[in-house]
């Protein structure tokens, strides 16, 4: 029997077919895989970093901007968002305080430049409620007591190796969760923040006033979500209270449509140049935008990509992107980079947001 | 010995897994069943905020999405509210604890965004 007669006996059509289909089947679902898992991005090169200073020059574009994005940090997206270089993470709840600190290690572990860290411990929200009690912010009503807190949170946070907070809610009003801002008008909860500022940040950890320019813990109409909402001057008081006398690091801008003693220009307030001028001309520190997968801000645009021009034009230093895609958090970052070539964004706005976040992060930036 | 129904059923299938996975590899989305049942589901997605014994319905879904992710865990549990029905307590672990509420539509809606996945 010869060769050809042995196949052509072993192996009949449906065989062939089989066999074909099977490696397909195994070469598709490991392409999936690696695409999923961000394994098919590419590498960002290695920072240039002598004795604790970075020369920005030396960093690409694509470095510069994922260093202004902050992800979920889920650790199935370990590998590309240390690949990524991308300039923090959050963390949602998880069940032990171990895994809090190996998920940190594993993410910090060998960066040149350490991810930004951060959670949302604020108001009543606790997502380390399964194994470390915090009063909530209701609750807190002398300047002590919030420095108690700030100084307490801020110890346990850094401990874990968070340093990064979306708190204080300085936001009036509470008529949704009760439990999210201090109590009193606005002039005590300035002073409560402030105070809790003062704590956390003596720890360390950076702490959030949000969300800017205020109005978001009250009902919004149930069918629309393109929210629009008039600001008073009260709700700016807290902001101009804390951008003057305490030495809060962030602020964080929220998606509303605003108008009265702010005004967005009929845009949500995150992609407003001059809402977002206006802060950068009162507040050297840093400019967080909220989450930007929401209707609120999506519906604005007809394709994403421009929404991703809007945000980083508006002038956020740091977006929040808790997209699970680490190929679409990629496509951001290209989208933008080929915007500031085309000279939609201004390259020197970038420079000076890097700047501002490698600073916080404890850098020398040249 | 396998017969050829056998192999025609394999090979069938298998060719439907490998259309499936090249789709998925180049992005193109099919109507997924948990669409479908959004779609299909005529209940208004409706997401409310517990802190203690205080109950308030929030109209930002997208939102309430965020914040529900963030927590530890969504069970399955009825509570009715202002004569509206929430299916799901989206909470970090008991007691003085904030607790998002989601009725079954609002559930769904929350699943099929990109925070959600992984």
Not at chain 2, 29 to 37: D, E, I, T, Y
Request: with cysteine; proline share 3%.
């Amino acid at each position: 029997m010869t060769h050809k007669n042995f196949i052509q006996k072993r192996w009949t059509v449906h065989q062939r077919v089989f066999f074909f289909l099977i490696i397909a089947v195994l070469i598709l679902g490991t392409l999936n895989t690696a695409k999923a898992r961000g394994w098919l991005l590419p590498e960002l090169r290695s920072w240039a970093v002598t004795k604790n200073v970075i020369q920005l020059d030396s960093l690409t574009l694509e470095q510069k901007i994922a260093q202004m994005v902050i992800v979920h940090g889920g650790v199935w997206n370990l590998d590309a968002w240390r690949n990524l270089q991308v300039g923090g993470i959050h963390l949602f709840a998880l069940e032990k305080e171990k895994l809090y600190v190996d998920t940190i290690t594993q993410f910090q572990q060998g960066m040149t430049i350490p991810f930004f860290v951060s959670v949302d411990l604020e108001g009543c929200q606790n997502p380390f409620a399964l194994f470390y009690n915090s009063t909530s912010a209701s609750d807190i009503f002398t300047v002590e007591d919030a420095l108690m807190k700030g100084e307490r949170d801020g110890a346990y946070l850094n401990q874990l190796g968070i340093n990064l907070n979306y708190a204080p809610v300085v936001d009036l009003g509470d008529e949704i969760w009760r439990c999210r801002s201090f109590p009193g008008n606005e002039k005590n909860v300035s002073v409560l923040a402030a105070s809790y500022i003062k704590g956390l940040q003596g720890e360390q950890v950076i702490a959030t006033a949000k969300h800017y320019p205020g109005k978001t813990l009250v009902v919004h109409d149930p069918h629309k979500n393109l929210v629009v909402a008039s600001i008073d001057r009260s709700d700016i008081y807290p902001y101009s209270y804390l951008f003057q006398e305490s030495n809060v690091s962030a602020v964080m801008v929220s998606h509303l449509i605003v108008s009265g003693e702010v005004s967005s220009e009929g845009k949500p307030s995150v992609v407003s140049s001059s809402l977002v001028g206006s802060v950068k001309e009162k507040f050297k520190g840093l400019i967080i935008s909220d989450e930007i997968n929401m209707l609120g801000l999506k519906n604005f645009y007809k394709t994403k990509e421009e929404m991703y021009i809007a945000v980083f034009k508006a002038g956020n230093d740091l977006v929040l992107d808790f997209n699970e895609d680490p190929n679409e958090v990629y496509h951001m970052i290209s989208v933008v980079s080929d915007a500031v070539r085309l000279g939609l964004i201004p390259a020197a706005q970038i420079d000076l947001s890097v700047r501002k976040i490698l600073t916080a992060k404890g850098f020398s930036v040249q | 010995m396998v017969s050829m129904r056998v192999w025609v059923i394999v090979n069938v299938s298998l060719g439907f897994v490998a259309i499936l996975l090249l789709l998925n590899l180049f992005e193109i989305r099919l109507p997924s069943l948990g669409k479908a049942q959004y779609l299909l589901d005529k209940e208004e997605p409706l997401c409310a905020v517990q802190w203690k014994e205080d109950f308030n319905i929030w109209n930002d879904l997208d939102q309430c999405c965020l914040q529900a992710r963030q927590q530890f865990t969504c069970d399955t549990s009825v509570q009715i509210f202002a004569l509206k029905r929430f299916d799901k307590d989206c909470h970090t672990g008991q007691g003085n604890v904030i607790h998002y509420w989601l009725n079954n539509k609002a559930y769904r809606y929350c699943q099929q965004q990109v925070i959600w996945k992984g």
